[in-house]
């Protein structure tokens, strides 16, 4: 291979030397911009924020498989990684735009109204758009143009009369070193107020919860105390799995909240949040599943819920025979559906209000979200939950079902090795297999765990919390050197058992049995 001369090497060198202050100019005021309209976003609504507004529109836009494989993929980083993807590519045009800017200035500045548009159009397009979504792209518009022209013109000047800029040399060094440090400690600034501004509003410290009039006796201890590394019997808040659309949690102002009934129903109606506080509040231990979890994966909980059993308000609405959905709107306006026959049949539906004696926090819906024992979440467990519309699956979509998931959802019976973990290297000798096992709407009868393609044993059972909560469940096991194979599957109270047929998680959710291998030294 002919190595290149040392005059091209010198020529690709002054290159960069000439575009990299532009392709840096660019950059900074795109920067700059988005960090201003991040803080204008944090006082107005977060979610209109420029990169957020597009990444949520990409989610939007997104072939379901890519989703799925995103999910399974990068589980609950997907939302950073999307952004930083989002922010990544905006840097990469704007640093275009400062190159096109040194000859053609308003090329370069034309391109960075392109991509501040695309942010503006992206907020305009969101299901429950307000006038004011708009503002933060506004200003971006103008802020990164005119200080993408202020450090070009200071560029030009230092390179001499040849460029198309009429600023004194003299001045202009100084010029763009205090332009473009500004810049970067103004951007710094607003992207760390914005972010301040942001978690300030979220904080629900002066709200309680009201004490439930229809209480459960306390948990008892579960299996994780004798058995560490068992899931603990109640999932905390701060650990439990959030799955959603959302890039920036929706800071809802509870006491202008309101949620409306209505559709197929003999009265709409409309209840304050205090008017749902005021209601005979119940508990319920429900235990969650998402509909992306892959057998064995952890996109599963275990919580106390306090709430207002859904029952009640469909009764005072007074549902039509003929509605077979229910569809719960959030409020940014992502609907839910969900089959009208889970909701009508007995089974414990809730408006939680509370998760774990506490208020419920933003991040898994607060003022109100919806939560349906026996159903995936994608068609039950409405978020930030603001109307519930009666209706039927002839007239009405969902998110989900637009893109071709299942309509009706039922959870499927499965179980979790948590202790040995997969892959993992532990010493001989008397060890607990553990982890634990759900059939939600139909309870845990027993659990069985086969080592080394051996017979199956049944295993010990934790507490039995009802037959929406997950059961814990351990073996004791002798274990001797050597790699070894575990493998554990569930059976219902109504007989039935978790199937050995492996599914993918979409359209309705996964199936299998979980197996792992584990090192003994």
């Given amino acids: 291979m002919k190595r290149p001369s040392r005059s091209t090497l010198t020529s690709a060198v002054q290159r960069l030397r000439t575009y990299s202050p532009y392709a840096l100019a660019g950059v900074l005021a795109a920067s700059a911009a988005v960090a201003v309209a991040h803080l204008v976003a944090s006082l107005l609504n977060p979610q209109s924020s420029p990169v957020l507004a597009v990444g949520s529109k990409v989610i939007d836009s997104t072939p379901t498989p890519v989703k799925v494989w995103a999910i399974e993929k990068f589980g609950s980083a997907d939302k950073v990684i999307l952004i930083g993807s989002v922010l990544a590519g905006t840097l990469v045009l704007a640093a275009v735009a400062g190159i096109l800017a040194r000859k053609r200035p308003a090329v370069g500045i034309g391109l960075t109204v392109f991509l501040v548009g695309l942010a503006g159009a992206a907020a305009l397009t969101r299901p429950q758009v307000e006038l004011l979504d708009v503002v933060p792209a506004l200003v971006a518009a103008v802020l990164g143009p005119l200080s993408l022209w202020w450090l070009v013109r200071a560029l030009g000047a230092l390179e001499g009369p040849s460029t198309a800029s009429d600023a004194e040399p003299g001045s202009s060094r100084r010029g763009f070193l205090i332009g473009s440090g500004g810049l970067l400690l103004g951007g710094a600034a607003a992207a760390g107020a914005g972010q301040w501004i942001y978690k300030s509003r979220s904080s629900l410290s002066n709200i309680d919860l009201p004490q439930a009039a229809k209480t459960l006796p306390a948990l008892p201890d579960g299996l994780e105390v004798a058995h560490p590394g068992i899931s603990s019997l109640t999932t905390p808040n701060g650990k439990f799995y959030r799955v959603d659309t959302k890039l920036s949690v929706p800071i809802v102002d509870q006491n202008s909240w309101s949620l409306k009934v209505d559709g197929m129903v003999d009265k709409e109606l409309e209840f304050s949040y205090d008017d749902l506080r005021d209601m005979m509040l119940e508990e319920f231990d429900i235990t969650m599943t998402c509909v992306s979890n892959e057998v064995g994966g952890k996109y599963i909980g275990a919580a106390r819920w306090t709430g207002v059993p859904l029952s009640k308000i469909l009764d005072e609405?007074?549902?039509?025979?003929?509605?077979?959905?229910?569809?719960?709107?959030?409020?940014?306006?992502?609907?839910?559906?969900?089959?009208?026959?889970?909701?009508?049949?007995?089974?414990?539906?809730?408006?939680?209000?509370?998760?774990?004696?506490?208020?419920?926090?933003?991040?898994?819906?607060?003022?109100?979200?919806?939560?349906?024992?026996?159903?995936?979440?994608?068609?039950?467990?409405?978020?930030?939950?603001?109307?519930?519309?009666?209706?039927?699956?002839?007239?009405?979509?969902?998110?989900?079902?637009?893109?071709?998931?299942?309509?009706?959802?039922?959870?499927?019976?499965?179980?979790?090795?948590?202790?040995?973990?997969?892959?993992?290297?532990?010493?001989?000798?008397?060890?607990a297999i553990g982890g634990v096992a759900w059939a939600q709407n139909e309870g845990i009868e027993r659990v069985e765990v086969r080592i080394d393609g051996g017979a199956w044993q049944e295993a010990e059972l934790g507490p039995d919390v009802g037959i929406n909560y997950w059961r814990q469940w351990y073996l004791p096991w002798d274990a001797k050197s050597g790699s070894h194979q575990v493998a554990v599957r569930a059976f219902g109270m109504n007989g039935t058992e978790q199937t050995a047929v492996r599914k993918a998680t979409f359209p309705d959710g996964s199936s299998g049995i979980q197996q792992i291998v584990v090192q003994v030294a």
């Fill in 317 to 431: 609405a007074g549902i039509s025979e003929k509605s077979d959905q229910l569809i719960g709107t959030d409020v940014d306006g992502f609907k839910i559906g969900t089959p009208m026959k889970a909701l009508r049949d007995g089974r414990q539906a809730i408006i939680a209000l509370g998760m774990n004696g506490k208020i419920l926090p933003r991040e898994h819906g607060f003022p109100a979200r919806m939560v349906v024992p026996g159903l995936y979440g994608y068609v039950s467990a409405t978020k930030w939950l603001t109307r519930l519309t009666a209706t039927t699956f002839a007239d009405d979509k969902s998110y989900w079902t637009e893109r071709d998931w299942a309509t009706d959802g039922p959870i499927k019976i499965s179980s979790r090795i948590d202790t040995p973990k997969g892959l993992s290297a532990i010493d001989p000798g008397r060890v």
